[in-house]
């Protein structure tokens, strides 16, 4: 990114590259809309190239982009004036050789984690798919939100405590 920074523009493919699966993963995951994420990715990236001036290069260039990723997904929400509805199924991991019962079962459990993610408040769900989605650290994750390491663990711990308080009342629901 110093290279980009610097005028360097060609090296912005290498940095789209490297970095455009999990920014459109994050995205996705925080629009719950995969045309949304594809066209917030490219604006990200544009975003890159205009402001590439200010990155300073103290902080990780992910910190950065994860900052800019952010501020193009609340840019859109403020547009749209919109909450995310759950829109698509999430990526399941899959066992050797299911049975029909049991991808029913874990279809319909993927499908409530989804629906309550994304009952979730924009910044309750963004600290969860930033740390549990994105498999970021938490010192990461402070710095693209700006905030010490000991906020970033209490809002991971009160976002996964009213997870779990949605997904149990959503259960309930799908009993009844």
């Keep these: 990114m110093i290279l980009v920074r610097d005028g360097d523009v060609a090296k912005l493919g290498l940095l789209f590259e490297r970095?455009?699966?999990?920014l459109f993963n994050f995205l996705v995951r925080i629009t719950d809309r995969?045309?949304?994420?594809?066209d917030l990715v490219q604006?990200?990236?544009?975003?890159?190239l205009k402001y590439r001036h200010t990155f300073r290069g103290d902080a990780p260039f992910t910190a950065w982009m994860y900052q800019l990723g952010r501020n193009a997904a609340a840019d859109h929400f403020r547009k749209w004036?919109?909450?995310p509805?759950?829109?698509?199924?999430?990526?399941?991991?899959?066992?050797?050789?299911?049975?029909?019962?049991?991808?029913?079962?874990?279809?319909?459990?993927?499908?409530?984690?989804?629906?309550?993610l994304s009952r979730l408040p924009i910044e309750k769900r963004e600290v969860l798919v930033l740390s549990r989605f994105q498999?970021?650290?938490y010192e990461e994750i402070s710095t693209i939100l700006n905030c010490p390491v000991g906020t970033v663990k209490a809002r991971v711990h009160f976002a996964l405590k009213e997870l779990r308080d949605i997904y149990l009342n959503l259960s309930e629901e799908a009993v009844l």
Excluded: Q, W, Y
């Design 19 to 22: 970095h455009h699966g999990k």
């Design 34 to 38: 995969r045309d949304v994420g594809e």
């Design 43 to 48: 604006d990200v990236f544009f975003r890159i």
């Design 81 to 83: 004036k919109e909450d």
């Design 85 to 116: 509805v759950p829109h698509e199924a999430m990526e399941s991991n899959k066992s050797p050789e299911p049975t029909a019962s049991d991808m029913l079962e874990h279809m319909e459990k993927n499908s409530l984690l989804h629906l309550a």
């Design 135 to 137: 498999g970021m650290k």
